[in-house]
């Protein structure tokens, strides 16, 4: 059974920066690609960032150069930094894990960026 748990969410200032944690339980870490998304109110789901299983990075145009996405497999975690942070940045954060034809979700973590 596999189980994601974000955390890092909060508040920030614009122009501040956060780091996005996931921990996965269960086994098989180093197999997975790992993404985190994000779902604003009243918008759809979107991708913000990918690591994959060997290391191969891809990002949202909207967060290209602001945004990390790192993993530890050692501590079977995959992180996002964020820096330079936009109020339009505001959302909740999932991380996600897939391997194959399996696909699982984390509770989500939300990020408000605000004055």
């Known amino acids: 059974q596999v189980q994601l748990v974000e955390s890092g969410g909060g508040l920030v200032q614009p122009g501040g920066s956060l780091k996005l944690s996931c921990a996965l339980s269960?086994?098989?870490?180093?197999?997975?690609?790992m993404g985190w998304h994000r779902q604003a109110p009243g918008k759809q789901r979107e991708l913000v960032a990918r690591?994959?299983?060997?290391?191969?990075?891809n990002y949202a145009s909207s967060v290209k150069g602001r945004f990390t996405i790192s993993r530890d497999n050692a501590k079977k975690t995959v992180y996002l930094q964020m820096n330079s942070l936009k109020p339009e940045d505001s959302a909740v954060y999932y991380c996600?894990?897939?391997?194959?034809?399996?696909?699982?979700w984390g509770q989500g973590t939300q990020v408000t960026v605000s004055s």
């Open positions: 996600s894990a897939g391997v194959g034809a399996n696909d699982y």
């Open positions: 269960g086994s098989g870490f180093g197999l997975y690609d």
């Open positions: 690591i994959s299983s060997i290391y191969t990075t």
